[in-house]
């Protein structure tokens, strides 16, 4: 089995396929699709964080819970001065590329929405 790592950065106007891409992400650990997955939020799709629609929470609130969400990126939450928000909702906050290269050294393989 193999290791995936979902990235997404989607923008706000691609907010479904940011929520697709979390949807799978959350369902493939859940039924345990790969050995194991990994999320990486990138650009505005960390505003998905503070969704309001009902589904929507609940899968980021599973993906925090069962820490498949590894990172969200340091940069882009400083910029949109969202990083102290993130961090209460339970996510740290990493360089992005750092984190990508490291997973995807580690056998991770990237699929990106």
């Not at 089995?1 to 106007?13: G, R």
């Not at 290269?101 to 990106?112: E, K, Q, R, W």
Request: net charge positive; hydrophobic share 40%.
């Amino acid at each position: 089995m193999q290791k995936t790592l979902f990235y997404i950065v989607a923008s706000e106007k691609e907010r479904d396929r940011a929520v697709m891409g979390l949807n799978i992400a959350r369902r493939s650990h859940e039924f345990k699709r790969f050995a194991d997955v990994k999320v990486i939020l990138q650009g505005s799709s960390q505003k998905i964080l503070f969704d309001e629609d009902k589904n929507v929470k609940e899968t980021v609130d599973y993906l925090i819970a069962n820490k498949v969400i590894d990172s969200a990126c340091t940069f882009i939450a400083k910029t949109l001065s969202i990083e102290e928000q993130i961090q209460k909702r339970g996510v740290e906050l990493k360089p992005s590329g750092e984190r990508m290269s490291a997973l995807v050294n580690d056998g991770y393989i990237p699929l990106v929405f």
